[in-house]
């Protein structure tokens, strides 16, 4: 990876996805001409929670990992973000999420502040039971910290509806045993769970891509796309495509990938993954590497894996004309400067998997109300507000001639200066 350059005087918070958001966040304020002063408070998280989570283990030994809540900032309303269990997760990879969650829920236009949370655990090496007293130790380690006015969790990369389940009881269990659904979202459907979150960021992913191929005058029926990491966003995002007519000729996930140039039957490839938890081995397709697939020639690439995918070393070579970014942070900002150069079309995160989120809010709204919506309610609402996110970016790609990592970083920084103008500094 590159060598990046930090902004941030705090040298533990230093970590590469921090570096790329505060590096944009900078550029894009010069843009807007942003307010200095908002700038400085805008480049620190307001609260970083670090928790020691004791865990019994099926052996009856007590493993203790280490978890973190960073709240960036909540200007626009309660802070809001997931939650990642995997075994990289550390306080600078936190901090960098939780700050683009900031971003993202700006340009979207929610009411809503950003954070992250993670726990360092390899989630596949600890059983269920495991993860359950490691899920509501941490919930109960966060508790004084989250709540449904507070900040609201939400599932990540090795989290779930069940782990939501787990963290929404635990909290109930200790705000007086009484429901307190509000106070995460992704939940299951029986327990003030909404329709349509489970596809939602893919389906997102989606929304964005066919907004991209329409202004790339591109065609989405009949198109090659490739598909990188093959989890929540990245299974459903092909499905979508898929019916939508679309060639998926590559997927792949930690495994490996897998390459049909005539292009997959998706809902095959779902079922094969349910049952043997890996694309690899898929009949009637030939083995690739994640590095090969990033560079096949086709129309569109969403990455929807993790972050730091395409950087320096692969910009060069990538030959997709489009690249949707379903996951958080899977070009870095040089990498986007190269591929921008070379015409290549980059649809942001904050944008394209902002379905997530935003499916999560009208979750957290139902809750509020005791009073839920059916799916096609929920699918076109979100179709409204994500593609609203991404004309909005457009009008500022156009006129500033940047790309639409910076423009869509623009919009974001002009609601969350505006606001935090209006509110001022506490206390003065
Ligand atoms: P997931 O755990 O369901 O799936 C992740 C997928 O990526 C899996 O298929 C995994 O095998 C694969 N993967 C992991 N490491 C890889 C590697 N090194 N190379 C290739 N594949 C790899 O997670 P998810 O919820 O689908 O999240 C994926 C990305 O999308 C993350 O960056 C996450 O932050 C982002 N995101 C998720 C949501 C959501 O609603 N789930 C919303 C917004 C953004």
């Known amino acids: 990876m590159e060598k990046q350059h930090f902004h941030n005087s705090e040298a533990h918070l230093d970590g590469p996805l921090f570096g790329n958001a505060l590096e944009i966040l900078i550029e894009s304020a010069k843009l807007i001409n942003c307010d200095p002063n908002v700038l400085e408070r805008l480049k620190k998280p307001r609260r970083c929670i670090t928790v020691s989570i004791p865990v ?11 978890g973190y809540r960073v709240q960036y900032n909540a200007t626009l309303g309660p802070f809001k973000g997931g939650i990642r269990y995997h075994q990289n997760v550390d306080l600078p990879e936190v901090v960098g999420l939780a700050a683009l969650m900031t971003f993202k829920n700006s340009v979207l236009g929610l009411p809503l502040g950003g954070a992250k949370g993670g726990v360092c655990v390899d989630p596949s090496k600890i059983s269920r039971t495991e993860k359950q007293n490691l899920t509501r130790r941490y919930a109960s380690e966060i508790s004084h910290f989250i709540g449904p006015t507070k900040d609201i969790p939400a599932p990540d990369v090795g989290t779930d509806p069940q782990t939501m389940a787990w963290m929404m009881d635990t909290y ?36 964005v891509a066919e907004k991209a191929y329409e202004k790339c005058k591109m065609e989405m029926s009949g198109s090659t796309i490739v598909v990188q990491g093959f989890g ?193 500094l506490y206390p003065r």
């Open 232 to 424: 929540n966003v990245g299974s459903f995002a092909a499905l979508f495509a898929h019916q939508r007519g679309a060639k998926i000729i590559a997927v792949s996930d930690v495994s490996g990938g897998i390459y049909n140039g005539e292009g997959f039957d998706i809902p095959d490839v779902i079922e094969y993954v349910k049952t043997h938890k890996q694309v690899k081995g898929y009949p009637k397709s030939s083995p690739i590497t994640n590095e090969e697939l990033l560079e096949l020639p086709c129309d569109a690439l969403f990455p929807c894996a993790l972050e730091g995918q395409i950087d320096t070393h692969n910009a060069e070579k990538i030959k997709a004309k489009i690249i949707v970014e379903g996951a958080n942070g899977p070009v870095s900002n040089a990498a986007t400067r190269i591929l921008h150069k070379r015409g290549i079309f980059i649809a942001p995160d904050v944008i394209a998997n902002g379905g997530g989120v935003i499916v999560s809010y009208f979750e957290w709204v139902q809750d509020i109300m005791s009073f839920f919506w059916d799916e096609d309610e929920i699918n076109d609402r979100l179709k409204t507000i994500i593609t609203k996110a991404f004309d909005k970016g457009w009008a500022v790609h156009q006129e500033k001639n940047v790309d639409m990592r910076s423009a869509a970083m623009a919009v974001a920084v002009q609601r969350l200066e505006k606001a935090m103008l209006l509110r001022g």
């Open 56 to 66: 019994r283990m099926d052996d009856y030994t007590v493993r203790v990992f280490t």
């Open 172 to 207: 109930s269990q200790e705000q007086g045993g009484y429901s307190q659904p509000g106070v995460v979202t992704g939940k299951p459907v029986e327990i003030g769970g909404t329709a349509g979150r489970n596809h939602a960021t893919g389906l997102g992913v989606v929304f």
